[in-house]
T-cell receptor
Framework: GEKVEQHESTLSVREGDSAVINCTYTDTASSYFPWYKQEAGKSLHFVIDIRSNVDRKQSQRLIVLLDKKAKRFSLHITATQPEDSAIYFCAASRTSGSWQLIFGSGTQLTVMP | EAAVTQSPRNKVAVTGGKVTLSCNQTNNHNNMYWYRQDTGHGLRLIHYSYGAGSTEKGDIPDGYKASRPSQENFSLILELATPSQTSVYFC??????????FGPGTRLLVL
């Protein structure tokens, strides 16, 4: 079946540095790729998404890149801050005739002061 | 942002008992979803719905039923709870082609 693999289970960076989280997907027809942030003990909060008609999208300090040929997408967080520390989930849309998302297993990002 | 609420927020159940988790959304989204979150697995889809009266099986539907009596409400039912169903359950809603918005989650412990 379709899968989304999130390559980094944990990631530690220094405050002010950039963090990059990478995901790959298997369904060639996936067209929508959202990212969610989950702070400790809380729910998932949508942060940014990208659709297959573009290869780059930026929202403030967040940049998402999409490489459809490689079936890979990534989240770049620039100028990281301690409040960026959380679990980040990538997801890809499933094309089985219904609107579903397949989630990666999450990346625990720690931003050290 | 979409408003999705869940109840209860925490639940302790006994093995073999019946558990009902409720979800309500106030943004008139057609689609609603139930996921469970376990360490190392990310989120896994249990059931989903396209609208009132519809329920569909997700990736891990065994041991769960769902009910969508109205546009706003979507329930997850464990008829005979087992310890393996101990987890955190999230409800989400969204429109076709758009992102999903998540509720606060329900922590379920089955003893």
């Amino acid at each position: 079946g379709e899968k989304v693999e999130q390559h980094e289970s944990t990631l530690s960076v220094r405050e002010g540095d950039s963090a990059v989280i990478n995901c790959t997907y298997t369904d060639t027809a996936s067209s929508y790729f959202p990212w969610y942030k989950q702070e400790a003990g809380k729910s998932l909060h949508f942060v940014i998404d990208i659709r297959s008609n573009v290869d780059r999208k930026q929202s403030q300090r967040l940049i998402v890149l999409l490489d459809k040929k490689a079936k890979r997408f990534s989240l770049h967080i620039t100028a990281t801050q301690p409040e960026d520390s959380a679990i980040y989930f990538c997801a890809a849309s499933r094309t089985s005739g219904s609107w579903q998302l397949i989630f990666g297993s999450g990346t625990q990002l720690t931003v050290m002061p | 942002e979409a408003a999705v609420t869940q109840s209860p927020r925490n639940k302790v159940a006994v093995t073999g008992g019946k558990v009902t988790l409720s979800c309500n959304q106030t943004n008139n989204h057609n689609n609603m979803y139930w996921y469970r979150q376990d360490t190392g697995h990310g989120l896994r889809l249990i059931h989903y719905s396209y609208g009132a009266g519809s329920t569909e099986k997700g990736d891990i539907p065994d041991g769960y039923k769902a009910s969508r009596p109205s546009q706003e409400n979507f329930s997850l039912i464990l008829e005979l709870a087992t310890p393996s169903q101990t987890s955190v359950y999230f409800c989400a809603s969204g429109d076709q082609g758009d992102t999903q918005y998540f509720g606060p989650g329900t922590r379920l412990l089955v003893l």
